[in-house]
């Protein structure tokens, strides 16, 4: 999960705003806020489905501490749809690892495509590496790479009431969507976690208007 769109969620207003820089300025600073933990970055191998799988199961033991848990038989049908989309991701080359310095992954980010737009389908980061701008930095790498598909809005679906989720994406400028005016298949999707994920009327989509990317 993310800093985890299982986990992600950002305000409750539904204006659509811009943010200072292009998503590759604000992608150069990130990487370079994380540089100095010694992080590298990298596009994913077709490969490495454990590796997201192991990264996010121990980014989601932050979602463990305050008491939000799948049940085993919604926990199998969640994983294995989620299995699904992120080795489509993996295929698709729109997964990015964040590595130590000893190359050990430590965080991912995956894109997909619902709607005909982007949609971060994951974002996540060991709790290890957490708080050093590993996430701040994946999150950018994947709106720049989705305004080179000269995409205008990028779309997620996360948790509205975690306090390290809203925070995270409204101030990476991203706004929440009232369900009415969310496209056919993002409203699938998030109609599909609510229900199987826990605290399913906090789930929410997300969106934000990228810059261009050069």
């Known amino acids: 999960m993310q800093p985890s769109n299982k986990s992600g969620a950002a305000g409750r207003r539904s204006t659509t705003k811009r943010t200072e820089g292009s998503a590759c ?51 199998v049908e969640f994983a294995a749809a989620e299995r699904s989309r992120w080795m489509q991701c993996l295929k698709s080359g729109t997964v990015f690892v964040a590595s130590d310095r000893l190359g050990t992954p430590v965080g991912f980010a995956a894109l997909h495509v619902l709607d005909g737009e982007p949609y971060l389908e994951q974002l996540s980061v060991r709790m290890s590496a957490m708080r050093r701008g590993i996430g701040s930095a994946l999150l950018s790498a994947a709106e720049c790479v989705a305004a080179k598909t000269r995409s205008r809005t990028l779309w997620l679906t996360t948790y509205q009431h975690l306090p390290w989720n809203a925070p995270f994406y409204e101030k990476a400028g991203f706004v929440t969507v009232p369900v009415e005016e969310c496209g056919t298949e993002i409203l699938l999707e998030l109609l599909f976690q609510r229900r199987l994920l826990p605290e399913p009327d906090e789930r929410v989509a997300m969106r934000k208007l990228l810059s261009a990317c050069n």
């Open 25 to 75: 300025e604000q992608t150069q600073r990130r990487e370079h806020r994380a540089s100095q933990v010694e992080s590298r970055f990298r596009v994913a191998a077709v490969h490495e489905l454990e590796t997201l799988c192991d990264i996010d199961l121990d980014a989601s033991r932050l979602f463990d501490q305050v008491g939000l848990e799948l049940t085993p038989a919604d926990s």
